[in-house]
């Protein structure tokens, strides 16, 4: 079943916040199972350079700030980019793009899901964003991806 809303494909956000990104591999399922994650990951940089685009590194900094967004949609069971420009100015990025997700059974159908989706397309292409997080909680799932 698809389950995107287009009212909320597209987030960006700028903010001039400094910080220091970490490096590690941080988005899991809430039963220890990365591979969601990290399938949806390979598709996308797969899919960016099938286009022309560089592939974007996985940052746990921002993986963690992805589940933590997913986790709270779970909680209130809406899709939402409530508190973007919060995680935003947490990423120590200046800008950054965020797709969310619901009710795919697998990462390669959320991945066409958000392909087939102008909006969510674009956030997947932007050639200004250089890292990206994913985070799963339950059946949510975020996208973050940061200049």
């Not at 199972?33 to 996308?44: N, S, T, W």
């Not at 949609?73 to 899709?79: F, V």
């Not at 508190?83 to 200046?94: A, D, T």
């Not at 991945?111 to 994913?134: C, K, Q, Y």
């Amino acid at each position: 079943m698809l389950a995107w809303i287009p009212t909320v494909a597209l987030a960006i956000a700028a903010a001039n916040f400094g910080g220091t990104p970490r490096n590690a591999y941080a988005a899991t399922k809430p039963d220890g199972d990365g591979y969601y994650a990290e399938r949806l990951g390979e598709l996308v940089n797969q899919y960016r350079e099938q286009r022309g685009a560089r592939p974007l590194g996985v940052e746990g900094a921002l993986s963690a700030l992805a589940r933590e967004h997913s986790v709270a949609m779970a909680k209130t069971g809406r899709l939402s980019h409530d508190e973007f420009p919060l995680r935003v100015r947490r990423s120590g990025y200046r800008m950054c793009v965020e797709n969310v997700g619901w009710n795919y059974r697998t990462s390669d159908a959320q991945f066409d899901g958000w392909r087939r989706s102008p909006e969510h397309n674009r956030n997947l292409l932007d050639a200004r964003v250089t890292r990206m997080g994913i985070g799963v909680a339950s059946d949510y799932v975020t996208f973050i991806a940061c200049q």
